[in-house]
């Protein structure tokens, strides 16, 4: 036996609860005027409420129960579904106009990845994004991400993408909601980050947790949001609350020492600034909050007295021998040698690969 397809009815047109009271008024052979008089009202306040000018209060339909003999649950009913289909029909009109928005954000990706469905009509996939987002329309969107004096603390690198950027935090507000944290506490983060630090000997799998531990003790919620396509950033900081602080991190890369460089990147944005910005690790040399991360973030994992000595290596043994006393991974001393001396491919294979699971 063959399954019915089910449709789903959604009329662009809504019908005055006024309109079954006068039918009900008819089928009794009753004048307005009459009913008025039975409902103790005026005939101009039938009218409004024919039209659906007027909203039919619970104080008439208890009225028109006495009259009709129709329940007031009934006309309350009708009122509500008449309210509740002009709020979708001015809904529907006022999105069709906003379509256009939905051109800049990664509909397709964010359907790949299941964060969101995939609809058939345009409106109803413009509210499947717009929640998403955790907003009721492109305007409050706007206010969130585009708005001047928003856009005025971001990175400068968020202007080129803005609707792919969004949702690749987005993506990391939403895991990062989820982490419970205790509230940010920022000289306790910074003792944590010696300990994290320590990590980078580690393996992934050894580490990851570890990491995601120490950081929500500390108020910090880390998450992990696979590169989007279009945003070629390695990592961003956003507060969430002024008691929990978001780390984003992708493995752009893929190797050890840029993810553990990323990190520390972004965990000196937590330490040093406002809480009212949204930064990306975009390499920036003009913005001197990404240059101070960047700064932090080398100084955390190999102090730089330390250059001269790295920068003169010709033997593995001495990237190992540094490493053991620095407690640090040799992969990230082969980043530093690289950073110093552009000799890329020297040391490549002491460099580990971190990938998704």
């Not at 856009?151 to 990391?172: K, M, N, Q, Y």
């Not at 602080?245 to 000196?268: P, T, V, Y």
């Not at 975009?282 to 909050?289: A, H, P």
Request: aromatic share 10%; net charge positive; glycine share 4%.
């Amino acid at each position: 036996m063959k399954a019915k397809k089910l449709y789903t009815y959604n009329p662009d047109y809504a019908v005055p609860p006024g309109e079954t009271i006068r039918e009900v008024m008819e089928s009794y052979g009753m004048p307005q005027n009459e009913l008025a008089v039975r409902l103790d009202t005026s005939v101009q306040t039938l009218n409004r409420i024919f039209n659906g000018i007027q909203p039919i209060t619970y104080e008439t339909a208890n009225r028109l129960e006495m009259v009709t003999g129709t329940p007031a649950i009934f006309w309350n009913n009708l009122e509500s579904n008449y309210r509740e289909q002009l709020t979708k029909i001015d809904e529907k009109k006022r999105m069709e106009s906003d379509l256009i928005w939905l051109k800049q954000i990664p509909v397709a990706e964010l359907v790949e990845r299941k964060a969101i469905t995939e609809e058939k009509g345009k409106v109803d996939q413009l509210r499947i994004v717009l929640k998403f987002y955790g907003v009721s329309s492109v305007k409050a969107w706007n206010n969130i991400w585009e708005k001047p004096e928003v856009a005025a603390r971001r990175s400068v690198c968020f202007e080129t993408r803005p609707g792919h950027a969004s949702a690749w935090i987005r993506l990391g507000e939403l895991q990062a909601h989820k982490r419970r944290c205790n509230p940010y506490d920022k000289d306790k983060f910074k003792v944590v980050l010696q300990k994290i630090r320590l990590l980078t000997k580690e393996l992934p799998q050894v580490f990851q947790q570890k990491l995601i531990d120490y950081c929500a003790e500390c108020g910090v919620a880390l998450s992990f949001v696979k590169e989007m396509n279009k945003v070629p950033w390695s990592g961003a900081t956003r507060w969430l609350s002024p008691e929990k602080a978001m780390i984003l991190l992708n493995l752009r890369g893929k190797q050890e020492d840029k993810f553990w460089f990323s990190f520390f990147h972004e965990a000196g944005h937590v330490l040093h600034d406002s809480k009212k910005d949204l930064l990306i690790n975009d390499g920036s040399k003009e913005d001197s909050r990404e240059v101070r991360a960047e700064g932090f973030a080398a100084e955390t994992l190999i102090p730089s007295r330390y250059n001269d000595r790295i920068s003169a290596f010709t033997e593995e043994i001495e990237i190992r021998r540094i490493a053991l006393e620095l407690d640090i991974s040799p992969g990230i001393v082969v980043g530093r040698f690289h950073h110093l001396t552009g000799k890329w491919n020297h040391f490549r294979e002491l460099i580990r690969k971190i990938q998704w699971s």
